[in-house]
């Protein structure tokens, strides 16, 4: 979540302003916006890494628990983890992180390789 003032949206508001520039012509402002942009994407970059292997972390929790319990580990398809996730996963930030609004996260999706949820 992106607070108004936070310092991605100060940057993203810049960019902007560079870009208007840069397209009236200012060359100082094309560079500082060309930079700033591989900035943010490097930022956003680092964000889905982090989200992704927040999902392989807590998928493998999971599924070490069903081990160590002694049950099988069966998840034939996406429905199955995500039941899994979901009787597993206990805080709603660790549930969003998973589920999402219920058919799987964006970073469980880039995960599992498919394509991202519908919204």
């Known amino acids: 979540m992106v607070m108004p003032n936070s310092q991605n949206t100060r940057l993203r508001r810049k960019l902007e302003v560079l870009q208007r520039l840069s397209r009236a012509g ?33 998928t493998g929790a999971a599924v070490l628990e069903l081990l160590r319990t002694g049950q099988s ?33 964006e970073a469980l999706h880039r995960c599992l390789g498919l394509a991202a949820p519908s919204e």
């Open 26 to 58: 200012d060359q100082a402002a094309a560079g500082q916006a060309a930079l700033l942009d591989r900035y943010l994407a490097s930022i956003a970059e680092g964000e889905s890494k982090r989200a992704d292997d927040r999902v392989k972390v807590l």
């Open 73 to 105: 580990v069966n998840l034939p398809d996406q429905q199955a983890l995500l039941d899994l996730m979901g009787q597993f996963l206990i805080r709603p930030s660790d549930r969003e992180a998973v589920l999402g609004a219920g058919s799987g996260s």
